[in-house]
C-alpha cells in the first residue's frame, strides 16, 4: 500500500477525562486512502470516525502512530511546511452553518482561507472565490450575507466552497448530509461527486448513514470503537459483508419496499462503555458468534478477498 | 461593520431607558468639554468671594454659592471635567490592562492561566472601596494616585469576564474550523475570538463607568480625591455637611449630578446589553 | 376500523413580527383505532404544527387555529377548554413522546421519580380532578394506589426491554444510554394507557441498531395495546418500518395519504414520487428536486408544489387540487398513474 496518497499507522487519540482515566476515541486505525478515490468511514456515534478525521488532519493531537501524506509523515510538521500540507488536506464540519464565524460576511470567510494559504493579490483572491463561488452553485450576492441568513443546504455549500478555493487534494467530510432533508441530501450529494470530478479530489466521508454512503463511495471502512472492523470495496462490502458488526449494521438499514427489519432477527444489546472496552475483540459481548478464543485474542484486520479485510476470527 | 453599527443604534433608538441614557451620557460629556462657556463664574472656580458666601440658588447664582463664596453651577461643570477623566481614563487602564490578560488566561491552559485568574481572584477578595481607600491613602490623596487606585481595582473585573467569554467562545466549532482551515492562533485571537466577544466588553465599560464614578466621588467625600481646591463633586459633598440642612443646595446640586450620570451610564449600559447580544440580533434579512 | 381522531380542514396561522406564517393550510387526517399513521414531510411541511395543534399546545395567541372539526373518541377538541384538555386528554387519553428524550427529562430527578410523579396524576388508577378541586399539587398520593402505580412502572420498564428495572428506577437520565432514555419516554407514554400516542421523530437522535430496536418495540408494544399513533417523522425508511398508513405534507398542505405499502410501490403526487426518488440508491447518487421549499410568508397560491412541479398547469397555479380517490387519497391535478387503486 506504499501507493496511497494518505495512510495511518496504528493511529490513537485518546480523550483524556478529568478523573485520569482516558476513551480511547481512536485506538490503533490503520487505513490506507488512494489517490481519486471516494472512501467512506462508517460507523455509529462513538465510534471515533470524526475524531479519526480531526486526528489526521492534526486537529487533534496523534497519541501514537503515524500519519503519512504523499509518503512523508506529517504528524510533527511545523510552520510553513505543516501550512502547505494543511492547504492540501482540508476537513470540512459536519455542522456548516457552525463552522463561520457568525460576526463574517460569507465573502469574508471565503477570502479568509485565501488570505491564510495563498500569496495572492486582493483581485486575484476575488476571481478565485466567485470561480469556487459557482462551482458550488451559490449567487455572487450572498457574498454579502452573514451565515444564520442562508439555509442548511447553502452553508454545506459555503463550507465546501471555503476550502476547495484552495485547490486541496483531499477533503475529509464530517457527516456532510446528516441534518438536511432528502430532497436537499441528493443536491449536496450530486454536488460533491461533480466536485470530485472536476477538482480531481480524494474523499474521505464519514457518514452514520449507510445508504448515503453505498450511493457515493467507492469503498468503505467501518469502525467500532476506535478500531476499523471491515473494509472493502463498496459493491463487495455491502453484498457480502465478513464482519459480524457489518452484518448487523446493515441488517439494522431500513429499505423501503423491501423486507421490514423489524420483523427480522438482528443483534440486541447497545455498544459498550468506550471506558470499559472488552478485552480480544471489542465486539463480543454483542456477537452472536462469539468464543472463547474472542474474549483471549483481538483479532487483526485480515485480507479475505482482493478489496476486502474483516477484523474477526470467523469472517 | 458598518451596517451593523447603524443597526446598534436604530435599536438602541428604540429603547427609550437607554436612549435617556444616552442623552445623559452625551450631556455630561458636553458639560465637560463646554465648561468655560457654559460656566456662569468660570473665574469663581478657584477664587474667593467670602462677601456672597452660601447664597441660595436663584438670581445671579443658579444653584447657589459654596462656603467659599464660589457659584457651585460653575463649579459643577469644572467637576464634570474631573468626574469624566477620572473615570475614563481609571476605565481604560483598566480594560487595557485586564482585557489582554484575560485574553491570555481564556486562550491558554495550564500554569499562565492559573496564575492570572488567582491574581485577579485576590484583587476581588479586597473590597474595592477598602482597596482603592488604601491606595489612595498610601500614595497621598492627588488626582493620579485616584486614577491609579480605581484602575488597581477595577482591571480584575475585566479579566474574568473576558477569560469566561474567551471560554465560551473558544469552544465553539467555529474556532476549530478556522484552525484547522490553517490559521495562525494569532490570527484566531484577534480577528476571530476578540470581534466575538467585544460586546459583553463594551456593556461592561459602560457600566465601569458609571461605578467608577461613584467610587472616585467616595473617595473625594473621604478627602482621598484630588485636593482643594479641585470642584471635585465628592470633596463638594463633604464640604457642605457642616452647612446642613440650612444651606441644602450645598450637597443637593452635587448629590443629583452624581445620580443623574450613575443612572445614565447604568440605562445605557443595560441597553446596549439587549442591543448588543447576538441572541436578539437579527438584520432582518429573509433567510432564503 | 372506527375512526379515533378525525381532522378536516385544519389551518393553522401564526401571527409574527414579519407577518403571518401560513403553517397549515386545509390539512385532512384520521387515524382509526388501533392504527398506526406516518405523518411524513421536509422540515417546514407543518407535520409539527399539526401534532401539536392536536395536542392543544400551539403558542397561543400568536397562532389562529380554525379546523372544520378535529374530533377525537367523538369529542370536537376545539370546542373544549383547554384546562378541560389538559386534565382529562392531553397527557391521559393522548400521550407523547418526544424527539429528544434527553430534553425531555429532569436531569435533577430520578427515573422512578419522574415515572412516579408521572403515575400521580396520568395513571389510569387516578380519578381526574373535578373541576374547582383542591389544586393539584395539594392533593395526596394515596399510598395504596401508589404501590400498585409502581407495579405498574416496573411491569412497563419490563415491557420495554430495560434491564434491571428496578435499579434503573434509581438512576438518573444521564446515567441511561440515548437508546434506554428513549425506551423510558415510550414506557411514560404508554403508562396512562392513552388511546393515542404522538411520536415526534422519536428515534431520528438514534443510532440505526438502536432506531431498529426502538422501532420493534414500539410496534410491538401499541399493536399490543390497540394504541392509535400519529408517527412524525422525516424519515421514508422510518415510516415504512413501522406505519400502516401514511400521509405525505408538503409546505403545509397534505398531498399524498394511502396504506405504506401502496405508497411505497406506487406513489400517485409528483412530489412524494420526486421524494422516493431523492432516496439515496444502491447503484449511484439519487435524483434531487430542483428549486427551494417556500417560505410559509408568503406560500404560492394553489398546489404549494406548483413552482417545483414538472407537470404544473394553469389549475395547479390558482386553485387548489381537490382529494381525489378513497383508499390512496391524492390531492393532484395530474396525479400518477395508480395500477391498483383497489389494492387496499
Known amino acids: 500500500m506504499s501507493d496511497a496518497l494518505l495512510e495511518t499507522r496504528g493511529l490513537a487519540h485518546h480523550f483524556r477525562l478529568k478523573d485520569g482515566r482516558a476513551v480511547r476515541a481512536v485506538d490503533g486505525v490503520d487505513l490506507a486512502v488512494q489517490a481519486g478515490e471516494i472512501l467512506g468511514i462508517v460507523g455509529e456515534s462513538g465510534c471515533g470516525k470524526s475524531t479519526l478525521g480531526k486526528t489526521l488532519i492534526g486537529v487533534l493531537r496523534a497519541d501514537d502512530g503515524t500519519v503519512i501524506y504523499d509518503g512523508a509523515p506529517i504528524q510533527n510538521l511545523k510552520g510553513p511546511a505543516l501550512r502547505a500540507v494543511r492547504s492540501r488536506l482540508q476537513y470540512v464540519y459536519q455542522d456548516a452553518g457552525a463552522a463561520l464565524d457568525p460576526r463574517w460576511t460569507i465573502g469574508r470567510s471565503l477570502d479568509e482561507a485565501l488570505v491564510i494559504h495563498t500569496k495572492l493579490s486582493r483581485a486575484e483572491r476575488s476571481a478565485r472565490v466567485r470561480e469556487t463561488l459557482a462551482a458550488v452553485g451559490l449567487h455572487e450576492d450572498q457574498l454579502s450575507l452573514y451565515p444564520h441568513e442562508i439555509s442548511g443546504g447553502q452553508q454545506r455549500r459555503v463550507g465546501l466552497a471555503r476550502v476547495l478555493a484552495l485547490h486541496p487534494r483531499v477533503l475529509i467530510l464530517d457527516e456532510p448530509t446528516s441534518g438536511l432533508d432528502v430532497s436537499v441530501q441528493a443536491t449536496i450529494l450530486k454536488l460533491l461527486v461533480a466536485l470530485w470530478r472536476q477538482y480531481g479530489l480524494t474523499l474521505l466521508f464519514i457518514s452514520h448513514d449507510l445508504a448515503v454512503v453505498r450511493s457515493i463511495c467507492t469503498r468503505v471502512a467501518v469502525m467500532y470503537l476506535g478500531r476499523i472492523v471491515e473494509t472493502g470495496s463498496t459493491a463487495d462490502l455491502f453484498v457480502n459483508p465478513r464482519h459480524p458488526y457489518t452484518k448487523s449494521l446493515l441488517a439494522a438499514v431500513p429499505q423501503p419496499g423491501g423486507p421490514r427489519v423489524i420483523d427480522q432477527a438482528w443483534l440486541e444489546g447497545e455498544p459498550p462503555d468506550p471506558l470499559d472496552i472488552p478485552s480480544g475483540c471489542r465486539f463480543r459481548n454483542r456477537c452472536p458468534m462469539a468464543q472463547r478464543r474472542c474474549a483471549a485474542e483481538d483479532p487483526a484486520l485480515r485480507a479475505l478477498a482482493p478489496t476486502q479485510a474483516a477484523a474477526c476470527h470467523f469472517a | 461593520m458598518g451596517s451593523e453599527t447603524a443597526l446598534v443604534l436604530r435599536k438602541l433608538a428604540e429603547d427609550r431607558l437607554a436612549l435617556i441614557g444616552l442623552l445623559i451620557v452625551l450631556a455630561l460629556i458636553a458639560c465637560a468639554i463646554l465648561a468655560p462657556w457654559l460656566a456662569t463664574h468660570p473665574e469663581a472656580v478657584t477664587e474667593i468671594n467670602p462677601a456672597h458666601r452660601l447664597r441660595p440658588p436663584g438670581g445671579e447664582y443658579l444653584m447657589g454659592t459654596d462656603r467659599l463664596g464660589a457659584d457651585i453651577y460653575s463649579r459643577l461643570l469644572f467637576g464634570a471635567r474631573i468626574t469624566l477623566v477620572i473615570s475614563v481614563v481609571a476605565v481604560g487602564v483598566a480594560v487595557v490592562v485586564g482585557v489582554p490578560l484575560g485574553l491570555v488566561a481564556g486562550i491558554t491552559d495550564g500554569f499562565v492561566s492559573s496564575a492570572i485568574m488567582r491574581l485577579a481572584d485576590i484583587f476581588l477578595a479586597v473590597p474595592q472601596i477598602v482597596l482603592a481607600i488604601a491606595i489612595a491613602q498610601t500614595l497621598g490623596p492627588s488626582l493620579p494616585n485616584v486614577i491609579l487606585a480605581l484602575s488597581a481595582t477595577f482591571w480584575p473585573w475585566f479579566t474574568r469576564l473576558v477569560y469566561a467569554e474567551t471560554r465560551a467562545v473558544r469552544n465553539e466549532t467555529f474556532i476549530e474550523a478556522t484552525l484547522a482551515l490553517g490559521a495562525s492562533p494569532s490570527r484566531v485571537v484577534w480577528l476571530h475570538i476578540l470581534p466575538n466577544i467585544i460586546s459583553p466588553i463594551i456593556v461592561r465599560i459602560t457600566l465601569g463607568l458609571g461605578f467608577t464614578i461613584l467610587t472616585a466621588a467616595a473617595l473625594g467625600f473621604l478627602g482621598l480625591g484630588a485636593p482643594p481646591p479641585t470642584p471635585e463633586w465628592g470633596r463638594t459633598i463633604a464640604e457642605s455637611r457642616e452647612f446642613l440642612p440650612d444651606a441644602w443646595w450645598y450637597a443637593a446640586a452635587p448629590g443629583l449630578a452624581i445620580f443623574l450620570v450613575v443612572i445614565g451610564f447604568n440605562m445605557l449600559g443595560d441597553g446596549l446589553r439587549d442591543v448588543l447580544d447576538p441572541r436578539t440580533r437579527r438584520t432582518g434579512r429573509p433567510r432564503d | 376500523m372506527t375512526e379515533l381522531l378525525a381532522v378536516r380542514d385544519l389551518v393553522v396561522n401564526y401571527h409574527t413580527q414579519r407577518g403571518v406564517v401560513r403553517a397549515l393550510d386545509g390539512v385532512s387526517l384520521s387515524i382509526g383505532k388501533g392504527e398506526v399513521v406516518g405523518l411524513v414531510g421536509e422540515s417546514g411541511c407543518g407535520k409539527s404544527t399539526l401534532a401539536r395543534a392536536i395536542l392543544g399546545v400551539l403558542p397561543a395567541p400568536a397562532s389562529e387555529v380554525k379546523a372544520a372539526s378535529l374530533s377525537f373518541g367523538g369529542e370536537n377538541l376545539l370546542a373544549l377548554a383547554s384546562a378541560d384538555i389538559a386534565r382529562r386528554i392531553r397527557g391521559r387519553r393522548i ?250
Open chain 3, 95 to 344: 400521550t407523547f413522546i418526544p424527539q429528544d428524550p434527553y430534553g425531555s427529562l429532569n436531569p435533577l430527578f430520578t427515573i422512578g421519580q419522574q415515572m412516579l410523579d408521572l403515575m400521580q396524576w396520568k395513571s389510569p388508577l387516578a380519578i381526574p380532578a373535578r373541576r374547582g378541586a383542591w389544586p393539584a399539587l395539594l392533593t395526596r398520593y394515596p399510598a395504596a394506589r401508589r404501590a400498585r402505580d409502581r407495579a405498574a412502572i416496573l411491569e412497563m420498564l419490563e415491557a420495554v426491554q430495560i434491564p434491571n428495572p428496578e435499579q434503573a428506577l434509581a438512576k438518573l437520565p444521564h446515567e441511561l444510554s440515548g437508546g434506554q432514555r428513549q425506551r423510558i419516554v415510550i414506557a411514560m407514554a404508554l403508562l396512562p394507557q392513552p388511546e393515542l400516542i404522538i411520536a415526534d421523530e422519536p428515534t431520528t437522535a438514534l443510532d440505526v441498531t438502536i432506531q431498529a430496536q426502538i422501532l420493534r418495540l414500539l410496534h410491538r408494544e401499541v399493536k399490543r395495546r390497540q394504541v392509535s399513533v400519529l408517527f412524525t417523522t422525516h424519515d421514508l425508511g422510518t415510516a415504512w418500518e413501522i406505519c400502516d398508513r401514511i400521509l405525505v405534507m408538503y409546505a403545509g398542505q397534505e398531498v399524498e395519504a394511502a396504506p405504506t405499502a401502496a405508497f411505497f410501490a406506487a406513489p400517485r403526487h409528483p412530489y412524494t414520487a420526486r421524494l422516493l426518488q431523492s432516496l439515496p440508491r444502491a447503484d449511484g447518487v439519487a435524483q434531487d428536486i430542483p428549486g427551494e421549499i417556500p417560505s410559509l410568508l408568503s406560500p404560492p397560491p394553489g398546489c404549494r408544489f406548483h413552482p417545483r412541479c414538472a407537470e404544473a398547469s394553469a389549475d395547479c397555479r390558482t386553485k387548489r387540487p381537490p382529494v381525489t380517490g378513497s383508499a390512496h387519497v391524492v390531492r393532484c391535478y395530474h396525479p400518477l398513474d395508480a395500477p391498483g387503486e383497489a389494492a387496499a
